[in-house]
T-cell receptor, first 115, second 115 residues
Framework: AQKITQTQPGMFVQEKEAVTLDCTYD???????LFWYKQPSSGEMIFLIY??????QNATEGRYSLNFQKARKSANLVISASQLGDSAMYFC????????????FGAGTRLFVKA | ETGVTQTPRHLVMGMTNKKSLKCEQH?????MYWYKQSAKKPLELMFV???????ENNSVPSRFSPECPNSSHLFLHLHTLQPEDSALYLC??????????????FGPGTRLTVL
């Protein structure tokens, strides 16, 4: 069954430093997609980055990169050079090719960036 | 208007009231979603519509009734709700095609309080 686990309820990082947010997943489907979303206090979920299960290289989008370790079923988000505006909730999510339109989300990690 | 809009942003209703949440997407997408986000719980998928056809109903109580008159508009009709239905209701849209990649674009949400 699909499952997403985010074990860090809250994280602190100093401004301009890098931070890694953990995500592990469970699926029996060989084809799936992994996503990270950011949710500021305003409530709107913002798509950050995507990794396909067959992608050979780790995805990168600006300051965001996804550390994809398929054998360990982990998809950690790395934010480089943290900014105060990065303070938000971060959600890892997964969709299986055979799962229809269902995307499941982890419980989230709240990131606090300190000045 | 751009992206995904939701109205109202905030709603307070009694358990005997009938109200509706509205979502509109201006992205030309073919799929629309309703999610419920409760405190300390992962985001829960409620309904999915693809080309106006409902493709997912995630065991949602009948007091929530979705309506999708066209691919740009999605409603969630509410009646005889319970206090535990108080949550942030998020609408999202995506462009569906073969393969797992389906970045979802979210609206700002409706914060619902049931008294």
């Amino acid at each position: 069954a699909q499952k997403i686990t985010q074990t860090q309820p809250g994280m602190f990082v100093q401004e301009k430093e890098a931070v890694t947010l953990d995500c592990t997943y469970d699926t029996s489907d060989p084809s799936y997609g992994l996503f990270w979303y950011k949710q500021p206090s305003s409530g709107e979920m913002i798509f950050l980055i995507y990794q396909g299960s067959y992608d050979q290289q780790n995805a990168t989008e600006g300051r965001y990169s996804l550390n994809f370790q398929k054998a360990r079923k982990s998809a950690n988000l790395v934010i480089s050079a943290s900014q105060l505006g990065d303070s938000a909730m971060y959600f890892c999510a997964m969709r299986e090719d055979t799962g229809g339109f269902k995307t499941i989300f982890g419980a989230g990690t709240r990131l606090f960036v300190k000045a | 208007e751009t992206g995904v809009t939701q109205t109202p942003r905030h709603l307070v209703m009694g358990m005997t009231n009938k109200k509706s949440l509205k979502c509109e997407q201006h992205l030309g997408h073919n799929a629309m979603y309703w999610y419920k986000q409760s405190a300390k719980k992962p985001l829960e998928l409620m309904f999915v519509y693809n080309f106006k056809e409902q493709t997912e109903n995630n065991s949602v109580p009948s007091r929530f009734s979705p309506e999708c008159p066209n691919s740009s508009h999605l409603f969630l009709h509410l009646h005889t709700l319970q206090p535990e239905d108080s949550a942030l209701y998020l609408c999202a849209s995506s462009q569906e095609y073969t393969g797992s990649y389906n970045e979802q674009f979210f609206g700002p949400g409706t914060r619902l309080t049931v008294l």
